[in-house]
């Protein structure tokens, strides 16, 4: 079944894109949550003419993700948090800690569009992050989990 996203699903893909699905998914969950619709032909010719006037807007979008991209990647971002035996976490540090952070630091980022590598962090030390700012820019980030004082 082909449709066509009007929001980004995620593993699937982006809003705007066409993409073939099993039926059940499309019929059944897709479709009724007003994530896709169907892709007739009518519907696919709308979306290219959609698509070629939001090209001009897009450029602008990507150039600002990548001076955004380039500024988060400087930061040194230090989250601090409480601490039992050793280098234990109470709790862990999580992409919504990230996002706080930088928050923090002047840029504001969807705590859905940051994904900690690894998964939670539950010790002490430096980690990655991954931050998606646009469908085609992503910049990795570092951050450093340090005890409260």
């Known amino acids: 079944m082909e449709l066509i996203l009007k929001q980004d699903v995620e593993n699937l893909g982006f809003k ?22 169907l892709a007739t032909s009518s519907a696919k ?15 602008k979008e990507i150039d600002e993700a990548n001076a955004t991209a380039e500024a988060i990647k400087g930061l040194e971002i230090k989250i601090t948090s409480k601490t039992g035996q050793g280098d234990k976490l109470f709790g862990s540090v999580n992409n919504i ?37 646009h469908r085609e820019v992503s910049a990795d980030i570092q951050f450093e989990v340090v005890a409260q004082a």
Not at 16 to 37: C, E, M, Q, S, W
Not at 45 to 59: D, G, I, M, S
Not at 108 to 129: C, H, P, T
């Open 97 to 133: 800690n990230v996002a706080e952070a930088l928050a923090k630091e002047g840029h504001s980022i969807d705590k859905k569009f940051i994904s900690v590598i690894g998964g939670n962090v539950k010790r002490l030390g430096k980690y990655d992050a991954s931050v998606r700012l």
């Open 16 to 37: 705007d894109d066409v993409v073939t699905v099993k039926n059940g998914y499309g019929r059944n969950f897709l479709i009724p949550t007003g994530h896709a619709v």
């Open 45 to 59: 010719k709308v979306l290219a003419e959609n698509l070629k006037q939001r090209a001009f807007k897009e450029k």
